[in-house]
Structure formats: C-alpha cells, structure tokens
C-alpha cells in the first residue's frame, strides 16, 4: 500500500531506492506478479514524483530515503528500463527462494496483519508477541 499527498508517494515496503530495488515476496499474501503490477502503477505517476521508501539498505552510501519515479524508471535494478513481468517474477521468486527469515519476521507479522495494531491482551492486561521454536525441546 502506498500513500500520495500532492506530488509524493510513501511507498512503504514495495520499491526501494533503485541501486536497492525491490522488496521480498516471500512472506505469506506475497506474489512477485502483485509486486509488479503495483511497481508498475508509481512508474506512471509523473516522472517529477518523490517516492519514499520504506526502508534503504545502502550497498555503499549514506543511508536515503526519497526518489523520483524518473530515477526509479531509469535505475531500479530490479523493475528500471528494460524489466518484464516474466523477468521480474524469475528474478524475485528465485532470489527470494534463497533468502532466509528476517530477525522480526513473526513479530512483525502480528502486528502487520492486524493493521498495526498490538496483538490482545490477556485477562492480566499484557500483550504477547508470540515466536515460533524451532528444533526439539531439551530437558522436557
């Protein structure tokens, strides 16, 4: 989901900044051809539109955190010049296959899929994010 007020977009975690390129679709509700299409809609907003990234990962600079659809028309390494939906989605779902869990995926998740709200409270009034475990139990 993104957000337009006048002449910029607050893309959230779709497209970074071009040298970064795009976000993962391997988390549950994820779909390289969703990614794309929705990347393909702020590539027609005019080319003078600052786009905020979600997040940046620099390779070797500062860290930023705005563009314009022109550079990311011109340079994303992942959707710029020349990238086809077939091209994307092999690239994407390839990469992605290879990728592990991010550290706050499960945590994160709960409170995403709630629309940012904080998971219920229990009959004590706190609230638990819940983590999966992995492996056996030992001394059990």
Not at 70 to 87: F, I, P
Not at 97 to 107: D, E, Y
């Amino acid at each position: 989901m993104g957000i337009m007020i006048g002449d910029s977009l607050f893309a959230g975690d779709s497209i970074f900044l071009p040298d970064v390129g795009t976000a993962r679709v391997d988390f549950p509700g994820g779909s390289a051809r969703a990614l794309y299409a929705s990347i393909q809609r702020i590539l027609h907003l005019g080319e003078n539109v600052r786009v905020f990234s979600g997040h940046d990962y620099p390779p070797n600079r500062d860290p930023r955190c705005v563009s314009t659809v022109s550079e990311q028309s011109h340079s994303n390494k992942h959707v710029g010049a020349g990238s086809t939906l077939e091209s994307f989605t092999t690239f994407r779902e390839g990469r992605d296959a290879t990728l592990g869990s991010p550290k706050l995926l499960h945590a994160s998740l709960q409170v995403n899929l709630r629309g940012g709200r904080m998971p219920p409270q229990d009959e004590e009034g706190r609230r638990w994010i819940r983590l999966p475990l992995s492996g056996e139990a030992v001394g059990v």
